[in-house]
């Protein structure tokens, strides 16, 4: 028996059978998306994937919330994996006598505390190193744009360098306020064996011992130490990767794989490591000293280490650490750039555009 026409529509869905134009464009926006090459966005059910360019819009507020994460993973990741040679260096700082080489020192630690032994502190300088990674690169892309802004485009181009310079050192005091704590008490655990275990235990010993401000107690070293350290491994990163796309790599860099900028970013790294252990060595054995040792002055470390001492003891190894640490840094931060949508650092930089004069302009 033949089934009525309204009965049929009463069993479909309008609108795939409705001749109403209101009607029959509803399941096309459910599903059509803008066309690329018209420069729309996909919308309705499709989503862009992370590693689609464009999700996250440059210098929004997402776009700060992603630099925050990726210094969050980037640092604090890596100072983590690099514990052993921290120990060491740190041991070999305060103690010379006893850690007298790198090789000596992991022997001693061995021999003293085991394989455990090696990742003593590792849990303040997970949590102190995510916190300052945290402010050093969302801060630095921060203030890096607002500097750029001030200066306008002509003269952020013409001294980009003085802008990645001020834009470092201005993000790394805030990021050595978020460190400082946890340094004190990674510092003062792996040098001092039976002082504590590590974080839990370390954290409220330090605070009756010092007091709530001996936590800060470092605070000017640690700056002295950061803040040059991190001018040379913005400034310097930037530079090197401007100069590999401009004279080593022959590709334009939006036309290289990401594999390929990705391992730029690597290598740029690892070259401004190199500078930043030597630059910021000095307050690095000051602040080792000054930790270690309760009611010690800045006096009493020149005294004790002497200013030879202080510039090159346990510099190789730190060369070493700061150098593959800075590497991957750069690495993991630009890898999270990618994975979001977002381009990854450094590039070529744009001609500073040329100033009209009067009499150009009578021209």
């Given amino acids: 028996m033949a089934t009525p026409e309204s009965s049929r529509h009463s069993l479909i869905p309008s609108f795939l059978f409705s001749s109403s134009s209101k009607k029959s464009l509803v399941l096309e926006k459910m599903v059509a998306s803008p066309s690329p090459a018209n420069g729309g966005a996909p919308k309705g059910l499709f989503v862009p994937s992370p590693s ?21 993973l980037s640092c604090g990741l890596t100072h983590m994996a690099v514990t052993p040679l921290d120990l060491v260096k740190c041991n070999m700082q305060i103690d010379p006598t006893k850690y007298k080489s790198i090789s000596s ?57 003085l802008i990645y310079l ?24 792996q040098t001092q064996p039976g002082f504590a275990r590590g974080l839990s235990d370390g954290f409220p010993k330090f605070v009756k011992s010092e007091g709530a ?36 790599i022959p590709t334009p860099k939006d036309q290289c794989s990401k594999t390929l900028q990705l391992g730029v970013s ?36 020149v005294k004790k280490l002497g200013l030879w001492g202080l510039f090159t003891r346990g510099l190789p190894l ?30 070529v930089a744009p001609a500073a555009p040329a100033s009209t004069t009067p009499e150009l302009a009578e021209a």
């Fill in 52 to 72: 689609e360019p464009g999700k996250i819009e440059m210098y929004s507020p997402a776009f700060y919330a992603a630099c925050t994460a990726g210094g969050i």
């Fill in 105 to 161: 020192g992991f022997g001693v630690l061995l021999r003293e505390q085991g394989l455990r032994g090696f990742f003593r502190g590792w849990v303040p300088t997970l949590l102190g190193y995510s916190a300052q990674g945290a402010c050093k690169f969302g801060f630095y892309e921060f203030f890096k744009k607002y500097y750029s802004d001030i200066a306008g485009p002509e003269y952020a181009a013409k001294y980009k360098t």
């Fill in 166 to 189: 001020a834009g470092s050192a201005s993000a790394e005091v805030i990021a050595d306020v978020a460190l400082c704590p946890m340094e004190a008490v990674k510092v003062r655990v």
């Fill in 213 to 248: 401000l001996g936590l800060y107690k470092g605070i000017v070293p640690l700056w002295g130490r950061q803040i040059p350290y991190t001018m040379m491994k913005f400034a310097s990163f930037e530079t090197i990767v401007e100069l590999l796309y401009k004279h080593a």
């Fill in 266 to 301: 690597f290598a740029g790294g690892y070259v401004a490591g190199v500078f930043c252990a030597v630059v910021s060595h000095p307050a690095d054995n000051l602040v080792s000293f000054l930790n270690n040792a309760k009611g010690a002055t800045v006096g009493d470390a």
């Fill in 318 to 347: 730190r060369i070493v650490m700061i150098g593959t640490l800075t590497g991957a840094q750069w690495g993991l931060y630009d890898a999270f750039k990618v994975f979001v949508g977002l381009p990854t650092t450094g590039g």
